[in-house]
Each structure stands twice: as C-alpha cells, then as structure tokens.
C-alpha cells in the first residue's frame, strides 16, 4: 500500500493552524475486511440522533461493499491537527470542534472536487449539502447525484482501519484534551487516480 503524507497550513481569521494528510492507496477490496455493519448500525441507533434522520445515515446508508463494489481504487485520507494550536479558544470541547470543522470542511470541498465520471468521494461524515437533510421531512434526497457516505455510516471500523493502515491511534475527547484529532475521508476510483492531485487541490484553498 502506498502512502504518502504532507503538511499544510489553514489560514483561519483567529490563527494559522497546520495538519497533516497522510493518504494510502490501496484496491476497494482490501477495505472490505474492516466492514462490521450490524455493529456499527447498533452504535448508530443507540446513539446519533441522526439515524433514521438522514439519507446519508444508517439504515440508509448502503454498506461499504455496495458502494465500493462498482470501483476498483481507495485514497483513504487522514487529516490531522494537533489540538495545542487552539490554545486561543477557552474550552476543551470547543478546541475539538474547532480543528475538526477545519479539518472536515477542508477534505470535504477538496474531493468534492474531484468528482468525475468514474471517480467519486466518502465523506468526512454524514451528508451537508442541505442545511436540514430531507429525510426528517419523510421527503427524497434533493440530490440524489451528489450525496455523500462516510465510512462509519457505510458499516466500517474506522479505528482499526486507521490504526492498521497508518499506525496512528485515532483519539477521542472524554475527560481531557486529546492530542490531536483526526478526520477521515476518501475517494474512490475505477482507474488509477493521482493520489497528489488531493494535496495540490486541498494546498490550494488556503
Ligand atoms: S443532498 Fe440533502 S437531502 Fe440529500 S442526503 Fe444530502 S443533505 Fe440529505
């Protein structure tokens, strides 16, 4: 599996607040092994109050397999910032927040991007493209041809994932600040895909 990794600067109006993308290259199929839908389904309904709620959440969402079947090659994309730049925000929580709508907002628009014919993306969490998703109205998908899936809505263990692909732990805020905080996303493929062409795009938002 190919990695690669760079660092990148997000001029934000508060601070200049660098992270880090590591991207592996691998086939769709080598995924499939981290899939657990049952259980992370489960997770999801006892607790996110988007199941049910969004087209782009379980039990909607298709599983990883479904999805991924059509294409033959993942960009698995690690964003990750160190969470002692926001020292100029006062709460904890807040601080996490902060880096992970700097985070997902940035991975988000980069390979929403670089959708194509053959090329598509996973996003960095449920769907945003409406402000109030229309499944909690009983009414379609609005754009059905853009919509987006995570990989946790999608049934995948994203900690081992990350953990076997990359060796880095993923962390989470419980009583204390972690490190730093991660988000992942990726873009999949029929053909090869230039994995550089996701850190030249992300470098040139900011
Ligand atoms: S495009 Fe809008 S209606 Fe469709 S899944 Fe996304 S948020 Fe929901």
Redesign the pocket.
Known sequence: MNILQESIQAATPQAKIEYQIFIADAGTEEIFKYEDRERFNALCRNRCDNFGR???CPPYAPAYHEFAGEYNRIYICLTLAKTDQFNYIKHDYLKIKAANTILKSRIDKTLRKLIEKDVYYISGGS????KS???KFQES????E???YSFEAMGINVDDMIRDIFGIPLLWYKESLPKYTCVVAGLVSKDKFEAETIIETLKSLN
């Open positions: 969004k087209w782009s769907c945003r493209l409406c998703c229309k499944c998908c609005i754009h059905p853009l919509m987006t």
